[in-house]
């Protein structure tokens, strides 16, 4: 399994991003996934998740209102669209793939950075 | 501030066992045998090591283990080597109105 984040970058407070995670060696229309993220200096925040069929998502109570997560089955890939996006967003974010029964993240991608700053 | 509570660094020489505690509560943790461990070395992706509390991923080394008690689950490593340094996490699924996962504040492994 190969998961490639990008689309991260400095933006200003209030601005969108949105940030993709292309999938090699797995099929996205089959797996659950997730995004989670790293602040520079902080632990690991789960940020969002997606069923494998996109009828179930959820999201952290950081995140909620402002980020919608998708996926393109078709183009295999995993999306975060981030909207009024404020300083403390500033993180690493990581795509992980989510195991079959939900309870844990089996693969994950690189991380792309995305800097929140005026 | 991290839902789940674990030491901010644990350190054992070559050859020793550590023990990584993680502590939520009955939402989480203690809740479902979901709990699982990541490795994580400084700019690479983090890594499965322990998932639903005590299995081990294929290719992962059997000095690895893990176990719980109530809301506080645990991690240990045998036979401390150099190449084990690295930040550990645990997470756990826990219950809310939607689908939620928290994560501990992460542990900084050294081996002296």
């Known amino acids: 399994v190969q998961l490639v984040a990008s689309g991260g970058g400095e933006v200003q407070p209030g601005r969108s991003l949105r940030l993709s995670c292309a999938a090699s060696?797995?099929?996205?229309?089959?797996?659950?996934m997730h995004w989670v993220r790293q602040a520079p200096g902080k632990g690991l925040e789960w940020v969002s998740f997606?069923?494998?069929?996109?009828?179930?998502?959820s999201y952290a109570a950081s995140v909620k209102g402002r980020f919608t997560i998708s996926k393109d089955n078709s183009g295999n890939t995993l999306y975060l669209q981030m909207n009024s996006l404020r300083p403390e967003d500033t993180a690493v974010y990581y795509c992980?793939?989510?195991?079959?029964?939900?309870?844990?993240?089996?693969?994950w991608g690189q991380g792309t950075l995305v800097t929140v700053s005026s | 501030q991290s839902v789940l509570t674990q030491p901010a660094h644990v350190s054992g020489f070559p050859g020793q066992s550590i023990t990584i505690s993680c502590t939520g509560t009955?939402?989480?943790?203690?809740?479902?045998?979901?709990v699982s461990w990541y490795q994580h070395v400084s700019g690479k992706a983090p890594q499965v090591i322990i998932y639903?509390?005590?299995n081990r991923p294929s290719g992962i080394s059997a000095r690895f283990s893990g176990s719980k008690s109530g809301n506080t689950a645990s991690l240990t490593i045998s036979g401390l080597q150099a190449e084990d340094e690295a930040d550990y996490y645990c997470?756990?699924?826990?219950?809310?109105?939607?689908?939620?996962?928290?994560f501990g504040g992460g542990t900084k492994l050294t081996v002296l």
């Open positions: 992980a793939r989510g195991s079959l029964e939900w309870s844990y993240f089996d693969s």
């Open positions: 060696e797995v099929r996205l229309s089959a797996s659950a």
């Open positions: 997606t069923s494998y069929d996109g009828t179930t998502k």
């Open positions: 009955s939402n989480d943790v203690g809740a479902y045998n979901y």
């Open positions: 639903d509390v005590n």
């Open positions: 997470c756990s699924y826990a219950t809310s109105v939607d689908f939620d996962w928290v």
